[in-house]
């Protein structure tokens, strides 16, 4: 007999930022498990690309344009969803954006671009995708978190109290929505290794650097999301919300210095 605890089969997901890197492994892990998944991002053609190699005969992935800061497009994304096929079971709130630079070299648009997506495009999809969780009476919201909301990296700054008002609203939601069999929690990725990141990872510094400060002494991969967002989905955790999920291969679990012991 099968076990069915962390089973996500005819669930349906609903993934923001499904288009690439985490959103696009974590829209291929649900699907590959018998998931209905829906990835949503502003770019039509990379979404359809993303949506074409995800699918096969088996899987079953779909996609649907959506700016995430636009309660207008929310909405008629969530509705979209809802008429095709009847329900959310899982939300995976993953669209994010970043700048690197120095905090007095930010600029009042580039802090907008950033919170506008990262911490009000949380807030709206969650809060639009929540009132249909609410009304049938379940539902899990998976929101990613990041390192930064345990230690602010240089450089960051903006990026970092954006996924700091995510962690308050996962909290905050959670403890709102329990009543209504709603479950909200989040995964806090390490070092991912992604389209997006690996041209910083290629420094030889950098990566040393990472690797002495990560326990299990390598970077992550896109793919070392993949059990954390299955156990937050499934009756695996029908027991938790309003927590965080720090995938980060140790690094949180402490301060390492440069001594060999």
């Known amino acids: 007999m099968l076990d069915t605890l962390f089973s996500v089969k005819d669930h349906v997901v609903l ?128 929101n990613v978190d990041s390192l930064n909301t345990y230690a602010p990296l240089r450089g960051t700054t903006p990026y970092a109290m954006s996924k700091a008002s995510v962690l308050m609203m996962t909290r905050g939601l959670a403890n709102e929505w329990g009543r209504h069999g709603v479950r909200v929690n989040s995964i806090a990725p390490g070092f991912i290794l992604t389209d997006l ?18 326990p299990l002494e390598r970077l992550g991969t896109v793919s070392d999301l993949i059990g954390a967002a299955i156990f937050l989905a499934s009756d695996a955790s029908q027991f938790m919300t309003g927590q965080t999920l720090r995938v980060d291969g140790g690094f949180t679990a402490g301060i390492n210095w440069p001594i060999d012991l």
Do not use: H, P
């Open 15 to 142: 993934i923001t930022g499904g288009s690439r890197g985490i959103g696009k492994e974590l829209a291929s892990a649900f699907a590959s498990r018998g998931a209905q998944v829906i990835i949503a991002g502003r770019n039509k053609e990379t979404l359809n690309k993303a949506a074409n190699e995800i699918n096969t005969s088996s899987n079953s992935v779909s996609s649907e344009v959506c700016d995430v800061s636009s309660s207008d497009d929310v909405e008629v994304l969530v509705n979209s969803v809802k008429s095709q096929y009847g329900k959310i079971d899982t939300l995976v709130s993953v669209a994010g954006v970043n700048k690197r630079m120095k905090a007095e070299a930010y600029t009042e648009e580039d802090y907008d671009s950033i919170t506008n997506i990262n911490a009000k495009g949380a807030w709206i999809t969650a809060q639009t995708v929540g009132r249909e969780m609410i009304t049938q009476g379940s539902g899990s919201i998976i």
């Open 197 to 214: 990141t690996k041209k910083v990872w290629a420094d030889e510094t950098m990566q040393a650097w990472g690797k002495a400060n990560t």
